[in-house]
């Protein structure tokens, strides 16, 4: 228990508590938790309670239990704190005296006082005893935990407050209880207007009742929902927003509330859709790009074929258009082709789309059809359309269009070839006279295709060496001697067997590549010749070549070139047969290149001689050695008078125009018998020998013997 103390204010007036009134207040004030501390109205600290004393032989250095600054003017005391901790004593003093002088009964404070390990918070509280205005009581109570509490709380409030997204809070039924300041600012609704409502109040009527059923049932599924959203503003305006909904629980995982928060991407929503027209849509016309153009196309084959009806893609080019632009500039182009575009817009159905192809090229796909039939009214509008007179300004502007058309499902095929189709048939049309439509042709497109595809395969054989060359003899009969042989393309084809000639497509259509072709034989010949030389076996060996081969302006320098690269081969054991029944463009040009491979010393042969027309004519001018009698002949005259009368012909003509002759085709000893009665004495067949690998040529002569009867005639008429 402390002793009445002495008071020496700064006038040096003095003043004390009585002992019975100090014990009192002693008691008193020591029953107070916050330090409290009793001053007189010079502010002199009187005396302290068991706290405050508590509170300094804790926080303080150096031991105060003697006075704990009782005596000390407290206002002194405070204006002399120091440090970065210290808080500002002058609001303090101001208010004590405030109290003091009477002005204010009461004056409280916050104040931070923080030690070097630990942040802490002061509440000050000044005030008069009761009855009594010489004396003041002051309290410092630690509002520490208090402050941290705040805080906690304060925070989700800020954040609540401050966040850039719109938050909506409901109860477990779906009502709203509370929104922020951004939820306002977003939708236009106030939290008056917003707190009690269901949040429906919102919807814009954009999404189905599915969309929010599917939303919930992921939300009690999930515990959330993300996604986009439409809604509408106080306004009226509709807007986007990317939404999160998610279910706050208790401790036993029953659903307290729902918050919701989102963002307004309406802006972003807009350039989206912008982007996306200018992806989708040819920004001249607005109509359909090639981009939409290909996924309309994909849905209608697929929703036609569903339907089991037809779809037409009609591809149409406008006529006279590149005169216009070139004529009067592209800005008078432009506004034609806007006007067409609309004009065919108007013609079409609703469900069927035109496109911008491409500059003047336009596509329509018209689905949903019964027959083909069906699209040809639809067709003949266009025509119309494109045809009709364009005004720009004082421009009178005419073209027309050219359409081509393909029908789907008849033409099943993939949407990028019916586009190609489609396009062939366009062409087709020009060429026919424009201002008209054509449909493309899918059976003829089958056997073009197939036709590719046979060329395809040809060029695979002679890369992968799948062509082979077959020797057939050529045979004296009345001598009973092997001349020569010629030489015949076979295909060894992997699937399809050994192929003849005449089911190789380039040799049949004299394609450019039986060029290339004729030329691989005419290297294999010449590098069997050199081997059958090197086993003293000299044979003649005959090559055919076409008619284009034959015309081509680079065929002697071709010629020599493959001749000088077998340099051990002599040119006259080569000879060339060229069919009589060839087409030739300029009969003079090819004497001469036959006249220059005799001088080389290559025989030329006439081969199927008497097939043609131009027999006589052939050989009067072209400088050839030998004729071969055409097979067919050669295979009737036993019974038909005129195919030997025929024969007999050209026997006489060879001899004649002085020139070897060779019957082909002898199947029978007979016919080798009336042909040397005839005084045709060279001969190949199937009655001498089939064609054979080169590799049984060798044994093959070794062997051979000729037809007795033959041989019985030959000593006859020797």
């Keep these: 228990m402390s002793k009445p103390i002495k008071d020496s204010s700064a006038n040096g007036a003095e003043s004390k508590l009585p002992d019975a009134e100090s014990f009192f207040i002693q008691s008193a004030i020591d029953a107070f938790s916050p330090s409290v501390c009793i001053l007189n109205k010079a502010g002199d600290i009187l005396l302290v309670n068991q706290a405050w004393r508590n509170f300094y032989d804790k926080n303080c250095a150096s031991p105060l239990s003697s006075h704990y600054f009782i005596g000390d003017n407290y206002f002194q005391v405070c204006s002399q704190s120091q440090g970065s901790d210290a808080y500002d004593a002058k609001p303090l003093v101001a208010g004590a005296l405030q109290v003091i002088q009477g002005e204010i009964d009461e004056f409280t404070m916050e104040y931070p006082c923080h030690s070097p390990t630990q942040k802490r918070w002061f509440k000050v509280r000044v005030t008069h005893f009761k009855n009594d205005n010489e004396h003041l009581m002051l309290s410092h109570e630690n509002i520490t935990d208090l402050k941290v509490a705040e805080e906690k709380f304060s925070l989700p409030t800020e954040v609540f407050n401050h966040a850039h997204e719109g938050i909506m809070i409901t109860d477990p039924s779906g009502i709203i209880i509370d929104v922020n300041e951004n939820f306002t600012h977003i939708t236009g609704y106030s939290r008056e207007e917003s707190v009690g409502q269901n949040p429906r109040f919102l919807t814009s009527g954009r999404q189905s009742p599915d969309f929010y059923i599917d939303m919930w049932n992921e939300i009690i599924r999930n515990g959330y929902w993300i996604g986009e959203i439409w809604n509408r503003r106080k306004t009226g305006e509709v807007y986007a927003e990317i939404e999160t909904i998610s279910s706050v629980c ?137 045809s009709a007179p364009v005004f720009v300004d004082d421009l009178m502007l005419n073209v027309t269009a050219s359409i081509g058309v393909t029908i789907f499902p008849e033409d099943n095929v993939n949407a990028d070839l019916l586009l190609r189709h489609a396009d062939q048939a366009m062409y087709v049309a020009k060429k026919m006279g424009k201002n008209c439509y054509h449909l493309f042709d899918v059976t003829q497109d089958i056997a073009l295709k197939a036709h590719t595809e046979s060329l395809e395969a040809v060029c695979f054989a002679l890369t992968h060496h799948q062509f082979v060359v077959f020797y057939q003899p050529i045979v ?151 004729l071969k009698i055409e097979q067919v002949f050669i295979a009737k005259m036993l019974t038909d008078p005129s195919d030997r009368a025929t024969v007999e012909g050209v026997i006489g003509l060879s001899k004649a125009f002085k020139c070897k002759v060779i019957a082909q085709g002898v199947e029978t000893s007979e016919q080798g018998k009336i042909l040397l009665e005839m005084g045709c004495h060279l001969a190949q067949g199937y009655a001498i020998a089939k064609p054979m690998p080169a590799s049984d040529i060798p044994i093959w002569i070794k062997n051979w013997k000729p037809d007795a009867r033959w041989s019985s005639l030959s000593d006859s008429t020797r």
């Excluded at 340099?567 to 060229?578: A, G, Q, R």
């Excluded at 040009?589 to 005799?598: A, F, K, M, R, Y």
């Design 250 to 386: 208790d401790s036993e995982g029953k659903i307290q509330n729902f918050v919701a928060l989102f963002s307004d991407i309406t802006s972003i929503k807009n350039y989206q859709s912008q982007l996306e027209r200018i992806a989708h849509y040819d920004a001249l016309t607005q109509l359909p790009n090639r981009t939409l153009l290909s996924d309309r196309l994909a849905q209608t084959l697929l929703q036609c074929q569903r339907n089991k009806k037809s779809v037409a893609i009609v591809f149409l080019d406008l006529d006279g258009f590149k005169a216009v632009n070139d004529t009067h500039g592209h800005g008078v182009g432009d506004r034609l082709l806007i006007t067409m575009s609309n004009r065919m817009k108007e013609t079409l159905r609703e469900g069927d789309t035109l496109a911008r192809f491409g500059g003047d090229e336009f596509v329509a796909v018209l689905a949903d059809l019964d027959k083909v039939q069906s699209c040809k009214p639809l067709l003949e509008r266009l025509l119309l359309a494109a």
């Design 476 to 626: 004296d009969m009345k001598l009973g001697k092997v001349i020569g042989v010629e030489a015949l393309l076979r295909w060894q084809h992997p699937d399809r067997g050994l192929l003849l000639p005449v089911e190789i497509p380039v040799l049949i259509e004299d394609n450019p590549l039986s060029i290339e072709l004729e030329e691989w034989v005419l290297n294999s010949v010449l590098a069997q010749i050199k081997e059958w030389r090197s086993i003293a076996l000299d044979l003649h060996v005959s090559v055919n070549i076409s008619a284009l081969q034959l015309q081509q302006k680079t065929f002697l320098s071709r010629l020599a070139e493959i001749m000088s690269s077998h340099p051990d081969v002599d040119p006259n054991d080569l000879e060339l047969e060229v069919s009589e029944t060839a087409a030739f463009n300029d009969l003079e040009q090819v004497t001469g290149v036959i006249q220059e491979c005799l001088d080389m010393g290559v025989q030329f042969a006439l081969d199927h001689f008497g097939a043609g027309y131009s027999s006589l004519t052939y050989l009067r001018i072209l400088p050839v050695t030998t």
